[in-house]
Every structure is written in structure tokens, then in C-alpha cells.
């Protein structure tokens, strides 16, 4: 097993807001679980739109369709057709990319 699998933790979204809430003095827990959520439906919202929401430094997130392809289904071992589908992509930011990489300023 890599370092890397051992150290994997589920940063949930309970742990972000206490996370946030410790580093933002006067909003409590709940008030910025309200923002978080607020700033999550607003992306959810744009991106389903077909909007790019970009956040500079930390990423960009598009709608990107998946065309129709061919598959099989693994029951029955038939060929069947899986529909084309929207579906969110995500490209992280340089300041992002430095800061997993180690490069970054800490």
C-alpha cells in the first residue's frame, strides 16, 4: 500500500465548515453552513446553466456533454447504446495545482 492510500481521510462537509467557522472570526458554524451551501447551489446552478464558474486560483468548473457510446451490459453480455449525457467537469487552478504539488506557499 503507497503513503499515499494510507493517508486518505474523508474531508466531509461538516469538517469544512468547522474548518471555515475557525478561520473566519463573528459567523458561527451554521452561518457559514448557510454560505457554503449558498456558494454550492449558485456553481450547481451556472454550471447546470452552461455556464463556466471559474474561481481563480482554485479552478474552473464546465458542463461538458459525453457523447453516445456503445456498451455491454455485463448480465446478459448485449451490446447496448449508453445515451449521450451532460457532466461536470472540473480543471484546478494553478494556485491549487502548487499548493497538492508541495510548490506552493504554505
Request: hydrophobic share 35%; glycine share 10%; aromatic share 4%.
Amino acid at each position: 500500500m503507497t503513503e499515499q492510500n494510507e493517508t486518505k481521510a474523508i474531508y466531509g462537509k461538516q469538517t469544512l465548515v468547522k474548518d471555515v467557522a475557525g478561520r473566519v472570526s463573528g459567523l458561527s458554524q451554521q452561518q457559514v453552513g448557510a454560505v457554503i451551501d449558498a456558494t454550492l447551489k449558485a456553481i450547481q446552478e451556472r454550471v447546470a446553466s452552461g455556464q463556466n464558474v471559474t474561481l481563480t486560483g482554485f479552478g474552473t468548473f464546465r458542463r461538458s456533454t459525453r457523447a453516445e457510446r456503445q456498451g455491454t451490459n455485463i448480465r446478459t453480455r448485449q451490446p447496448i447504446t449508453i445515451p449521450a449525457a451532460n457532466v461536470v467537469r472540473f480543471t484546478a487552478g494553478s494556485i491549487f495545482k502548487d499548493a497538492v504539488s508541495g510548490r506552493g506557499s504554505k
